[in-house]
């Protein structure tokens, strides 16, 4: 059996609906961090963790100079926004791209900060933005791979909702 690298090279960046190309230069998906409590119990020998649930989550984007566009979106911190983020999900393997698929990310949540710009002598400007997630959906060649939404108590592991029977004992 041949070695499979996945690649992804580069990608779009949309914020509700304004294409961002040649504008965002990196873009951090959010970390998923679980929340965990210590257990201990008489007859166990042992102490453990066990999950109760999700920490908060963020992403940020950096842009290769100050876009005015961009600052009229983030500079409202209660209207919730939708980023947007295409790629090419490429496998490699010793006889070169074997596949390439669609890479979508979707983030909606609130701008919490944002730069107005870094200037610099003969360099060009960066502007960072952090957004406060509330709802992230990744896919990976059109398959559910993960998705939170925070607000609804959703929680989806390769489409499969593992809070399912959590809403339903809770009457949510």
Known sequence: MA????KVFNARVYI??????AKAEEVDLPK????????KSLGIYAESELPTG????????KFNSVYPDFVGLAADPFKSRTVII???????????VSKTAPLKAEIKGFFKEYDTGK??????????ATISVLYYKL???N???????????????????KLQDYRTVTGG
Not at 32 to 39: G, M, R
Not at 54 to 61: F, G, H, N, W, Y
Not at 86 to 96: F, R
């Open 139 to 141: 896919e990976v060649d």
């Open 86 to 96: 295409k790629a090419p999900y490429q496998v490699w393997t010793n006889e070169g």
């Open 16 to 21: 509700d609906n304004i294409d961002f190309i």
């Open 32 to 39: 998923v961090k679980f929340k965990f409590s210590d257990t």
């Open 143 to 161: 398959k559910d791979i993960i998705e939170i939404d925070v607000l609804n108590n959703i929680y989806k592991v390769n489409g499969i909702d």
């Open 3 to 6: 070695i499979e690298i996945s």
């Open 119 to 128: 200037l610099k002598a003969r360099d060009s400007s960066e502007a960072e």
């Open 54 to 61: 999700l920490d908060k989550m963020e992403a940020k984007i």
